[in-house]
């Protein structure tokens, strides 16, 4: 496809549940950015990759969240034994090289609505 | 510490308009880039500008203008004749040199026809 795609586009899940989140950016991009929207906030940044190494992961809230991107492509975010406060909108971006680097924009995908009852 | 201060929550005005959304920075860092996106109804982020720190010409793109300024470490928005298709979220965003992006609360902008 010609843009970042997401899926679910919605997951509603119970309390002490693993949800797995999908982040299919666009082909060749480097960058992979994971991000979490709670309702009336800004994005916030979780994690991201370039190719296949996690360049940095402190925006992660607790080790209940992974991510991963094995082949340097399609991107998985893990929440293991959610909770409720992990109910909000993840985001994922992508961009051809490192943002620093000179490229000017990432592309955000549709995003996956979470929520955990 | 880096932070990104929009302190407008809400603005809404009259179609044709003039209309300024703030942004205000802060960060040690003396390379870094400051964005502003925008997210419309239908929810996906769409980016209208990037600026990095050391380039501070004003920009203007149709309607669209932004004033950048170091001395007070802000980013302003301003939109001329203002229209419906303008409302929406808007979010100022600044990016550091360890590639970390940090969003402001965004602004919602209302335009009333």
């Known amino acids: 496809g010609a843009g970042v795609s997401q899926s679910p586009r919605y997951k509603v899940t119970k309390r002490g549940q693993d949800v797995a989140l999908r982040c299919d950016p666009i082909?060749?991009?480097?960058?992979l950015y994971w991000y979490r929207q709670a309702l009336g906030q800004g994005p916030e940044f979780l994690t991201y990759?370039?190719?296949?190494?996690?360049?940095?992961k402190s925006g992660l809230p607790n080790d209940r969240f992974s991510a991963e991107r094995p082949e340097g492509s399609i991107s998985t975010l893990t929440i293991q034994r959610t909770e409720q406060r992990d109910s909000a909108m993840y985001r994922c971006?992508?961009?051809?090289?490192?943002?620093?680097?000179?490229?000017?924009?990432?592309?955000f995908g549709p995003g996956t609505r979470l929520t955990v009852l | 510490a880096q932070k990104v201060t929009q302190a407008q929550t809400e603005i809404s005005v009259v179609e044709k308009e003039d209309v300024t959304l703030d942004c205000v920075y802060e960060?040690?860092?003396?390379?870094?880039?400051l964005f502003w996106y925008k997210q419309p109804p239908s929810g996906e982020l769409v980016f209208l500008i990037r600026?990095?720190?050391?380039?501070?010409q004003n920009e203007i793109s149709g309607r669209y203008s932004w004033n950048f300024q170091k001395s007070t470490s802000s980013f302003n928005f301003t939109i001329t004749a203002s229209q419906v298709v303008d409302s929406a979220v808007y979010f100022c965003?600044?990016?550091?040199?360890?590639?970390?992006?940090?969003f402001g609360t965004g602004t919602s902008l209302t335009v009333i026809p």
């Open positions: 990759f370039n190719y296949e190494a996690q360049q940095d």
């Open positions: 965003a600044l990016l550091n040199t360890g590639n970390q992006f940090y």
């Open positions: 600026r990095n720190s050391f380039d501070e």
């Open positions: 971006a992508s961009s051809p090289t490192p943002l620093a680097g000179g490229y000017n924009e990432q592309f």
């Open positions: 960060t040690r860092d003396t390379t870094y880039y």
């Open positions: 082909s060749g991009h480097v960058s």
